[in-house]
């Protein structure tokens, strides 16, 4: 299993560790301006992964229907993420199945 992140992962997570205040899926797309959509795939990934977590904030009235909001944030595993160590780790993890045979 892969332990570096892609670029957009990469991007997205420092994004959301400088970030100061509330996040949700709707502000990331907005600031790294992409559609939400979008940008839920490489939310998705990092959640898999353990850096993130989506935590229920309350509910909004959008168009007149109620929407729960979600905020994004860090675990702790995503606030100590190292893409370098990560990449030295996928590095050794790949040089140990070559030397295996797999």
């Not at 675990?75 to 990560?86: I, P, V």
Request: glycine share 8%; proline share 1%; charged share 25%.
């Amino acid at each position: 299993m892969a332990n570096a992140l892609t670029a957009k992962s990469l991007e997205t997570l420092n994004f959301i560790k400088n970030y100061n205040g509330d996040l949700t899926l709707d502000t990331i797309a907005a600031e790294l301006g992409v559609e939400p959509r979008s940008i839920n795939g490489t939310l998705v990934a990092l959640q898999r992964k353990g850096l993130i977590e989506r935590v229920e904030a309350g509910v909004e009235n959008v168009d007149g229907k109620a929407k729960i909001v979600k905020h994004i944030v860090l675990t702790e595993k995503g606030k100590a993420y190292d893409h370098d160590a990560a990449i030295e780790m996928d590095i050794q993890e790949k040089t140990a199945a070559i030397k295996a045979g797999n």
